[in-house]
């Protein structure tokens, strides 16, 4: 069995669990059993729950504790941890027991023990690690990047011609910064331009005066969606994405989309900055402190240069290939199946 371990909250969102769901989905096509273990987060049960996977909620910090208490600890091939931080003395902790471990993580510079080492990140600085113990198997750079089938599947579809240009805004499941309503208020005087439509995310902290806000500023060619399940569609069919960064500019990138983005916290800024070096993305600035003007210049000058959103595409196409679930599965098996 393959126990995955993602951190999931109103406070980080949801994207270490939208990896570890296209990593079971690989597993379910293998006929691997999974499970996952989760917090008491209702818009992450209910993902994990909408797709199929068995799952457990528990609140303890001694997940060891947790597994074992459920007879689960015999059955573990590989765990797999998908969190900001796990301290290191838990690893070692795991590691006593037997347990197999594969760590998925983006900003690197810690001292880690495990099997196999997952990081998909543009960024170098993030690959230095100090490793406890025998150099775990390590998948580095962006051809591991974790891309969900949806996105491959969309990749295939033609774009529909002739059509309205469309702004996409899809600042995360919680959008903590307030971007989505801010950027809702900075488009208010040019909202006639261009088709937008914003993406309500499961978790979503101000929805109520999000949505007292659009009513001010409706009008035919502007649309809000709550709780999707089809992102990818949603991205392949837009001229422009604005996103918060984190791993939604590997997905983005991988559809060849232009992007800007207003990030949250300091890697997402370093991260959206490493894209941007890439020619496929521009940094407006924090989702907070940018000023609607600059939001809104940002906005209408790239939206209405199509030669530059068609070399971001370009640009963007360059940089994964979206095999990374497939290169990564390869390794799991390697260290799960001895």
């Known amino acids: 069995m393959i126990v995955f371990w993602p951190e ?43 797709k199929g996977f068995p799952y457990l909620v528990s609140e303890s910090p001694k997940i060891y504790d947790t597994l074992r208490n459920h007879d689960l600890v015999s059955l573990i091939a590989l ?33 880690i023990s495990c099997d196999l080492l997952i990081n998909s990140s543009i960024v170098p600085d993030w690959h230095s690690y100090e490793y406890i113990g025998p150099k775990p ?23 529909k011609s002739n059509r309205r240009k469309v702004l996409l805004v899809t600042m995360g499941g919680i959008d903590r910064t307030r971007s989505t309503l801010r950027i809702l208020q900075a488009i208010s005087n040019i909202r006639e331009k261009f088709e937008t439509k914003f993406i309500i995310g499961h978790g979503f902290l101000y929805k109520d005066k999000f949505m007292d806000e659009y009513e001010k500023c409706k009008n035919d060619y502007m649309r809000y969606f709550l709780n999707v399940n089809n992102i990818a569609e949603h991205i392949s069919s837009s001229d422009l994405v604005l996103s918060a960064g984190g791993n939604t500019m590997y997905e983005i990138a991988y559809l060849g989309k232009p992007s800007l983005v207003l990030w949250e916290d300091p890697h997402e800024k370093k991260l959206s900055e490493a894209f941007e070096s890439l020619r496929c993305s521009g940094v407006i600035g924090n989702g907070e402190s940018s000023s609607l003007e600059v939001i809104r210049n940002r906005i209408e000058d790239l939206m209405a240069d199509d030669n530059a959103r068609k070399d971001m595409s370009k640009n963007a196409l360059r940089i994964l290939d979206g095999s990374g679930p497939s290169r990564i599965f390869d390794q799991i098996d390697k260290v799960s199946l001895n």
């Open 8 to 50: 999931c909250s109103k406070d980080i969102g949801m994207g270490h669990l939208a990896e570890c769901l296209a990593l079971a989905d690989h597993a379910k096509k293998a006929k691997r059993k999974t499970c996952f273990i989760l917090s008491n987060f209702e818009p992450a049960v209910n993902q994990v729950k909408a």
């Open 79 to 111: 765990l797999v941890i998908n969190r900001r931080t796990v301290q290191l003395e838990k690893l070692n902790d795991f590691r006593k027991n037997g347990l197999p471990i594969a760590i998925i993580d983006q900003l690197g510079n810690k001292a």
């Open 137 to 159: 198997i390590c998948c580095l750079g962006s051809k591991y990047a974790i891309i969900r089938d949806e996105f491959k599947i969309q990749k295939n579809k033609r774009e």
